[in-house]
T-cell receptor, first 112, second 115 residues
Framework: DAGITQSPRYKITETGRQVTLMCHQT?????MFWYRQDLGHGLRLIYY???????DKGEVPDGYVVSRSKTENFPLTLESATRSQTSVYFC???????????FGNGTRLTVT | AQSVTQPDIHITVSEGASLELRCNYS??????LFWYVQSPGQGLQLLLK??????LVQGIKGFEAEFKRSQSSFNLRKPSVHWSDAAEYFC?????????????FGTGTSLTVIP
């Protein structure tokens, strides 16, 4: 099915561990994004990518790493997870920079 | 700096009543404006968008929104709310010309519908 898929849906990890959240889209959209959603903050952009091998920082990039070797995949890695990174993470894609975002169903990450 | 304000954190309406969710933005040029809805445990779904032209835009699920430049507002409306409309609603603004990091989201309005 066409769409945007995030995995896992739920993840519990310990402080200091490395965690990778996966995102896969089937539309061949140029742009992909990672947001985190926290109560009282709405959605905040972590990183985005305008095309394969092109990534850039968003509002809250510290502690996160991204890569985009293929157009359809945009994994997000927490190199050393901290409790402050407990959040719901959303991946999104869009055809162009300002066209509507299409969201995945999110990954709920808990760092203990 | 660009920003989006949704003044109402939580709204409760009775089923069948009309609804208006407020959104104000701060931006110096013509923005791209969006409303998204999020059901529990789900991602955000696009309700409607405004890029240019007619300032009253129609969206899915019977929603509409009106762009008022003089008030820097883009309020979402629905004439008769259904119980299934209970969800979180987010207003967003994107910059024109756009680059990938120029989406700004409000903090959301949670809608409760009373039978």
């Amino acid at each position: 099915d066409a769409g945007i898929t995030q995995s896992p849906r739920y993840k519990i990890t310990e402080t200091g561990r490395q965690v990778t959240l996966m995102c896969h889209q089937t539309w061949s959209h140029s742009y992909m994004f990672w947001y985190r959603q926290d109560l009282g903050h709405g959605l905040r952009l972590i990183y985005y990518s305008a095309a394969a091998d092109i990534t850039d920082k968003g509002e809250v990039p510290d502690g996160y790493v991204v890569s985009r070797s293929k157009t359809e995949n945009f994994p997000l890695t927490l190199e050393s997870a901290t409790r402050s990174q407990t959040s719901v993470y959303f991946c999104a894609s869009s055809e162009t920079g300002g066209s509507p975002l299409h969201f995945g169903n999110g990954t709920r990450l808990t760092v203990t | 700096a660009q920003s989006v304000t949704q003044p109402d954190i939580h709204i409760t309406v009775s089923e069948g009543a009309s609804l208006e969710l407020r959104c104000n933005y701060s931006y110096g040029a013509t923005p791209y404006l969006f409303w998204y809805v999020q059901s529990p445990g789900q991602g955000l779904q696009l309700l409607l968008k405004y890029f240019s032209g007619d300032t009253l835009v129609q969206g899915i699920k019977g929603f509409e929104a009106e762009f008022k430049r003089s008030q820097s507002s883009f309020n979402l409306r629905k004439p008769s709310v259904h119980w299934s409309d209970a969800a979180e609603y987010f207003c967003a603004v994107a910059r024109e010309p756009t680059t990938g990091n120029q989406f700004y989201f409000g903090t959301g309005t949670s809608l409760t519908v009373i039978p």
